[in-house]
């Protein structure tokens, strides 16, 4: 079946330090999402990308999705104690009506 | 609160009993979507459902079903429970079918 590889599986860094997740499909993708899921909480969304090649911003997050609409990333600037979590990349394929998930890449941001 | 609202929160059954967890979406949105959390298996997603019909399914066991009803809100039904099922249940909706998903709180089920 179609699958979403996400990595890291894990990343620890320093407050301050940059982080960034990637994920990539082998089959071309409508759209992908990118959620963040706190210890303990449940996903939120954080922002849908459609169009190949397209960068969105919020704050220090910068989101990216690759030219052939098979893989994007997730970059943090100067990560806060705040940015702790896992976030997760989620796609749609073709006419799916329904996302696929990546196993997430869990942030542990050491003070 | 996201709007979505899940029950019960905690739930703790013995091996072969039937359960039956709740979902009211987020008021507007007509897809309701079932996933299931797990340590090693991160978001599965089971089921679907849109203005009452069934939209897509996903890798969902036999012994689960679920239903959408006029209301909207869906019911998750897993029967036979095994040790395996123990997991997270999200419940998500969203306006259509390409807008982002709101998550609800969970329901977290221990199979013993």
């Known amino acids: 079946g179609q699958q979403v590889m996400q990595i890291p599986q894990y990343q620890h860094v320093q407050e301050g330090e940059d982080f960034t997740t990637y994920c990539n499909s082998s089959?071309?993708?409508?759209?992908i999402q990118w959620y963040k899921q706190r210890p303990g909480g449940h996903p939120v969304f954080l922002i849908q990308?459609?169009?190949?090649?397209e960068v969105k911003k919020q704050k220090r997050l910068t989101f990216q999705f690759g030219e052939a609409k098979k893989n994007s990333s997730l970059h943090i600037t100067a990560t806060q104690t705040t940015d702790v979590g896992t976030y997760f990349c989620?796609?749609?394929?073709?006419?799916?009506?329904?996302?696929?998930f990546g196993s997430g890449t869990q942030l542990t941001v050491l003070p | 609160d996201s709007g979505v609202t899940q029950t019960p929160k905690h739930l703790i059954t013995a091996t072969g009993q039937r359960v039956t967890l709740r979902c009211s979406p987020r008021?507007?949105?007509?897809?309701v979507y079932w996933y299931q959390q797990s340590l090693d298996q991160g978001l599965q997603f089971l089921i679907q459902?849109?203005?009452?019909?069934?939209?897509a399914k996903g890798n969902i066991l036999e012994r689960f079903s679920a239903q959408q009803f006029p209301d909207l809100h869906s019911e998750l039904n897993l029967s036979s429970l095994e040790l395996g099922d123990s997991a997270l249940y999200f419940c998500?909706?969203?306006?259509?079918?390409?807008?982002?998903?709101?998550f609800g709180s969970g329901t977290r089920l221990t199979v013993v």
């Open positions: 998500a909706s969203s306006l259509g079918t390409v807008d982002g998903y709101t």
């Open positions: 989620a796609g749609i394929y073709g006419s799916a009506r329904q996302l696929t």
């Open positions: 990308l459609v169009k190949s090649g």
């Open positions: 459902y849109y203005n009452g019909e069934e939209r």
């Open positions: 008021s507007g949105d007509l897809s």
């Open positions: 089959t071309t993708l409508s759209n």
